[in-house]
């Protein structure tokens, strides 16, 4: 059986109709039915009870809050949510000098009787920041070492040949780069997955339906991870 994981930049729930609907976005990730969603851009606010996270618990999954902004009423970043079991969390601080602040989750999920390590962030929109964030990355991938090992969220890299993407494509090995953004007419592939081994990595797709057209600006990424009973495939 497969493992499936997404990565889902929500926009603050904003579509691109403009309209602020946190039910659209609910209902993309109903579709991806995914054990594992990465979410970008994600608010939360005192003010109104807008909670999106707790509003997903009825889909089983555990959330993990990654926020990289605070305000009095508020506050903006990542989120992780899982279906199977998390054994460790951990957040990561990702900000350069003078930029927004930026972040990374780092989980260890129970996988039959494997480990899966996902890293989930979202960098900055500056080339120089983005090559900060991506060595940050890599020493954070070489820190441990688990059965696979999964890289993946929205790096705002418009470059193809860009030393952060060349970099990770050295350590993960190429996979498809299906385009992204903006969502009803993808041009760029801002969103991005890797798979560590590679051969682990079924299938990648980005998910193109009615209501992820409009939920938010990116359209949501889709992964197949090769699963046997017992652990993970080699």
């Known amino acids: ?20 609907d946190p ?4 209902r993309v990730i109903e579709e991806l039915d995914a054990d594992v969603v990465a979410l970008q851009e994600v608010e939360t606010r005192a003010e109104g009870g807008l909670d999106l996270l707790e509003s ?5 999954y555990q959330a993990i809050a990654g926020p990289t902004l605070f305000r009095e009423n508020a506050h903006y970043g990542n989120a992780l949510l899982s279906r199977l079991p998390v054994r460790a969390q951990r957040l990561h601080d990702l900000s350069v000098d003078g930029r927004e ?3 990374a989750i780092e989980v260890s999920l129970g996988a039959g009787s494997a480990v899966l390590r996902v890293v989930a962030t979202h960098f900055g ?11 940050r990355v890599l020493d954070l991938m070489n820190q441990a070492q688990a059965a696979l090992e999964v890289l993946l969220g929205d790096l705002n ?3 193809l040949w860009g030393r952060p993407l060349r970099w990770l494509h050295r350590a993960f090995a190429q996979t498809p780069a299906p385009r992204t953004w903006p ?3 993808p041009v760029f592939a801002l969103d991005r997955l890797w798979a560590r081994p590679r051969s682990a990595l079924c299938a990648l797709e980005r998910h193109d339906s009615p209501a992820a057209r409009t ?8 992964a197949e991870l090769a699963f046997e009973r017992g652990g993970l495939s080699s």
């Open 56 to 60: 997903l618990a009825g889909l089983g």
């Open 183 to 185: 969502a009803r007419f």
């Open 215 to 222: 939920a938010s600006d990116h359209l949501p990424l889709r």
């Open 1 to 20: 059986m497969p493992i499936v994981i997404a990565s889902y930049n929500i926009h603050r729930c904003v579509g691109g109709d403009g309209r602020f």
């Open 101 to 103: 602040p930026r972040g």
């Open 125 to 135: 929109l500056a080339p120089w920041e983005r090559r900060a964030q991506a060595r």
């Open 157 to 159: 890299e418009w470059f």
């Open 23 to 26: 039910a659209r976005v609910r």
